[in-house]
């Protein structure tokens, strides 16, 4: 959530900048800051009618001691139709207060100065690429067959037991879901990372203040009888840890790492590009999270993007980093840099990670702060990235290493599978 105070401070600039993210509801700065001078007008009010409340119960006090009861009775009644105003007036300012948040909570972040023009993913600036690309024979097979040569992943069985998008890894296929997920978060603990389990289910508070709610509320999993979300990546969780908390300046940076299965509609997703494990509704990633000191939060994006580069260069997979143009970025993000993995049997780029630093943007909806060197209370900055999502991974390591004897693995993979093939 953006802060109220920046936003009545340079109106203009952050009509500017969410122009770049191609917001249409520009007119919500205009109304949140009418609404802000409503609440402070009834504030006000209500200010000086306690005040004079104040003063004149001391004047009740002050005519009683003289013998003044006359003038005490009307003061009393004066103070009277005072009190019964309070109310009312409590009711109007809690009403302006509720509508300031809620035109507040719909304002997307502003994107930094450094993200690129643009509306669609066409848009978005590839910074840089590395790996190589395999060559493979006319009879190289997509993922989605692969799967089947090998019975490794049943989405049939994953359908009748839960529906679409909900596969079933067996045999090597769930070993290899283990071997990656193990490495991944040993890569990043050795990185300084400190490990989490978290929930796999939220409370609306904790949805609310990574920013999934209100924008992403129908792309989430909701089950009404509890008020809980199942989490879309455990930067929800993992991030909420310090919701409501003050940390100490001296803790920071605070980096985190977390599995879990994460959990998404994709409601009107279809087509090509949603076949095999190339998008699906439950699928597992690693993730990492970074609360860090205002001033040093680009470069903990920068660090967290080299950290990710490195982990797919271990997997010898061909890779290219995209700049996200302003109108292919998230609802909360500052600042995003993809990771695209290539399929050399689909030809086509798959997205495999997202690194994003959000700035103020969740530690204000959450209230983490720290008490900077000089006793000021500030908000942290918040960032993290997927190190990594696993279901493109795999498709990308089964169609670009097979061969005849089988799936060969990245050398970093061979003890965390017991193996140097999949067959």
């Not at 004047?59 to 005072?82: C, N, R, T, W, Y």
């Not at 300031?100 to 994107?111: G, K, Y």
């Not at 840099?337 to 495999?352: G, I, R």
């Not at 943007?361 to 997927?386: A, C, E």
Request: glycine letters at 6%.
């Amino acid at each position: 959530m953006l802060q109220l105070q920046a936003i009545r401070q340079n109106p203009e600039w952050i009509k500017e900048r969410l122009a770049v993210k191609h917001f249409k509801e520009i007119n919500l700065v205009d109304e949140i800051i009418s609404l802000d001078d409503q609440r402070k007008k009834l504030q006000n009010e209500s200010d000086t009618t306690q005040s004079k409340i104040n003063s004149a119960s001391k004047e009740i006090g002050q005519l009683m001691a003289k013998g003044q009861k006359e003038e005490a009775e009307k003061k009393k009644q004066e103070v009277a139709e005072l009190k019964s105003s309070l109310q009312p007036a409590a009711d109007k300012l809690a009403a302006t207060e509720k509508q300031l948040q809620d035109a507040l909570i719909l304002l997307p972040n502003v994107p930094s100065e450094k993200v690129p023009a643009g509306k669609t993913p066409a848009d978005n600036v590839v910074i840089r690429e590395g790996g190589n690309k395999p060559q493979l024979s006319k009879d190289a097979l997509p993922h989605w067959d692969i799967i089947k040569k090998y019975d490794i992943v049943d989405f049939e069985t994953g359908a009748k037991i839960t529906g679409s998008g909900f596969p079933l890894y067996k045999g090597k296929g769930a070993k290899l879901q283990r071997a990656l997920i193990q490495y991944f978060l040993d890569f990043n603990t050795k990185a300084g990372y400190t490990e989490y389990l978290p929930p796999f289910m939220v409370n609306e508070a904790s949805a609310r203040g990574t920013g999934q709610l209100p924008d992403k509320e129908g792309q989430m999993y909701y089950m009404p009888a509890d008020n809980f979300y199942m989490i879309p990546t455990s930067e929800v969780p993992i991030t909420n840890i310090y919701r409501d908390e003050i940390v100490k300046e001296t803790d920071l940076p605070i980096k985190m790492t977390a599995y879990s299965p994460c959990f998404r509609r994709e409601a009107g997703s279809f087509g090509a590009d949603v076949r095999g494990l190339n998008r699906v509704h439950q699928f597992d990633k690693v993730e990492i999270v970074q609360i860090v000191h205002p001033a040093k939060s680009y470069t903990a994006h920068e660090e967290m993007v080299s950290h990710v580069e490195k982990l797919l260069q271990t997997l010898e997979l061909p890779y290219r980093i995209l700049s996200l143009c302003g109108g292919d970025m998230s609802f909360a993000s500052a600042l995003t840099y993809d990771f695209e993995v290539f399929s050399a049997a689909q030809q086509k780029w798959l997205e495999v990670s997202s690194v994003s630093n959000f700035e103020t943007f969740q530690s204000n909806r959450m209230k983490v702060r720290f008490k900077d060197d000089k006793g000021k209370m500030q908000l942290v900055h918040s960032l993290n990235g997927s190190s990594l999502a696993l279901p493109r991974i795999v498709a990308c390591l089964l169609e670009n290493n097979q061969s005849a004897e089988g799936i060969r693995l990245p050398e970093s993979l061979h003890s965390y599978f017991g193996n140097k093939v999949l067959n």
